[in-house]
């Protein structure tokens, strides 16, 4: 096997209600580093507008999670393929009332996103070395009593054997501003690790009524208020990670992007 065989790139990336896929070109700021594998969050377009647009960017939609707004591509002329019947839903949480209002007006337009939850699919290397991709996206961390259990219940979830082996995960975790210790309690119980951003925010407040109220509460101006609501995480134990990349995008979230490289003769 060669090393090209084992490593890949991974990107993850809040689209804001589908503002980066629906624009053409939305996904432009991702293809220099021409990710494997897209983690996508917010995601409401309709499929097939979702399906063209990634099409245009030269990915395959694995699976969309509408009332998640999870979806996850693979690169059509990537080295890994999927394992077919290998996608697993797993629900976190439902959206409360009026995180669901919020959300509506937000997106301008209707939507099924009603619950937050994790996307998964396994991949394997032409060497066979599997790996298994996660995308999601847990309540705002204002929810603190049910963003706690949403992240107590992707540590219970990652104890399923599905999830033996390479994993990476990556999403909207809404930790604000930085992950907190129930964040740091699942990294330890799951024996997964978030890429070190090195203080790169990947959220910027805007000048909106909410968000000038919101850092004039914390004592800030809101031109200075940002967050890491965003996370890449892996095991350390199988992946090693070769480069890190936070990038602007069309959305009010930053992407990141990270290549990595498999360890081992990975599970066959």
């Keep these: ?120 699919a396994q991949f394997k290397t032409p060497g066979e070395q599997k790996m298994t991709a996660i995308s999601t996206r847990v309540t705002v961390s204002s929810n603190r009593r049910g963003r706690k259990q949403q992240i107590m219940g992707i540590s219970q979830a990652l104890t399923d054997p599905y999830y033996s082996g390479a994993v990476i995960l990556g999403g909207d975790m809404n930790h604000f501003p930085e992950p907190q210790p129930i964040d740091r309690a699942m990294h330890q119980s799951a024996d997964i690790t978030p890429i070190n951003l090195a203080g790169e925010p990947t959220w910027r407040a805007k000048r909106s009524p909410v968000y000038i109220a919101a850092a004039f509460i914390r004592g800030q101006r809101v031109e200075n208020m940002s967050a890491e609501l965003d996370a890449l995480l892996y095991k350390p134990s199988m992946l090693t990670p070769t480069s890190i990349a936070v990038i602007d995008t069309i959305s009010d979230h930053r992407a990141i992007v990270d290549g990595f490289r498999l360890q081992g003769s990975g599970d066959a």
């Design 1 to 120: 096997m060669s090393s090209v065989d084992s490593e890949l790139t991974i990107a993850t990336a809040n689209v804001h209600f589908g503002d980066m896929i629906r624009q053409d070109g939305g996904l432009d700021p991702l293809e220099e580093y021409t990710p494997d594998i897209l983690l996508l969050q917010e995601v409401i377009n309709p499929q097939a507008e979702l399906q063209t647009q990634l099409g245009k960017a030269n990915y395959r939609l694995i699976h969309a999670a509408s009332r998640f707004g999870l979806a996850i591509a693979l690169r059509k002329d990537s080295h890994l393929r999927l394992v077919e019947g290998s996608v697993r839903i797993h629900e976190l949480g439902k959206m409360g009332t009026i995180e669901r209002a919020l959300a509506q007006r937000w997106a301008k337009r209707p939507h099924d996103m009603t619950a937050h939850g994790m996307l998964a």
